[in-house]
């Protein structure tokens, strides 16, 4: 009786190192894919926020420096956004 209940013991020993082993690995995973979503759509929110900046509060006079500096500004922005997309898309896929 005695080895039935060590080898049930072992048993559930067995059951949970592997639980845990399977829930951390595929707990990584999801949460990287979900990291890369989360920068994704931060990224889109940026861009959105300042073409509606750019397009709600600044006269159309592009010979103004400060108009051409924001300009050149949202332009880098979204260039960020792309390339933290891409970098993002690029992760997923070597998970």
């Known amino acids: 009786m005695d080895n039935l209940v060590t080898l ?3 048993g559930y020993a067995a059951v949970l190192a592997g639980g845990l082993v ?3 690995l595929f707990g990584r995973s999801i949460v990287s894919d979900l990291d890369g979503i989360v920068h994704s759509l931060e990224a889109r929110v940026i861009a ?6 750019l397009s709600g509060s600044i006269p159309n006079a592009t010979s103004d420096p ?3 500096a924001i300009k050149s500004h949202a332009q880098a922005t979204e ?3 792309a390339a933290i997309e891409t970098h993002a898309a690029a992760k997923a896929a070597g998970n």
Request: aromatic share 0%; glycine share 6%; hydrophobic share 50%.
């Open 8 to 10: 049930n013991l072992i």
């Open 22 to 24: 399977l829930g951390t």
């Open 48 to 53: 959105l926020e300042t073409t509606l900046h």
């Open 66 to 68: 400060a108009t051409a």
């Open 79 to 81: 260039k960020l956004a």
